[in-house]
């Protein structure tokens, strides 16, 4: 059976790989709004570390990404 993380990384993963042009050289965004997704990013990255208690999938409190 999948897991509670199992699960909220592949979420997690998806996440990241929707908002990876945000950091690209080329990307539009000024860089006060790349370092606003920088620190999105890693909050999705630290999510195991922030929900070590938690069991149920519906636990995991995923942060907001930055308005475009």
Same mark, same amino acid.
């Given at each position: 059976?999948?897991?509670?993380?199992?699960?909220?990384?592949?979420? !997690?993963?998806?996440?990241?790989? %929707?908002?990876?042009?945000?950091?690209?050289?080329?990307?539009?965004?000024?860089?006060?709004?790349?370092? %606003?997704?920088?620190?999105? !990013?890693?909050?999705? !990255?630290?999510?195991?570390?922030?929900?070590?208690?938690?069991?149920?999938?519906? %636990?995991?409190?995923?942060?907001?990404?930055?308005?475009?």
């Amino acid at each position: 059976s999948i897991s509670v993380w199992d699960s909220a990384r592949h979420q !997690r993963n998806n996440l990241l790989a %929707e908002c990876d042009w945000t950091q690209l050289p080329d990307s539009p965004l000024s860089d006060a709004a790349k370092l %606003e997704w920088q620190n999105y !990013r890693q909050a999705l !990255r630290d999510l195991p570390e922030t929900h070590e208690a938690v069991n149920l999938i519906d %636990e995991v409190v995923f942060p907001t990404p930055p308005n475009l």
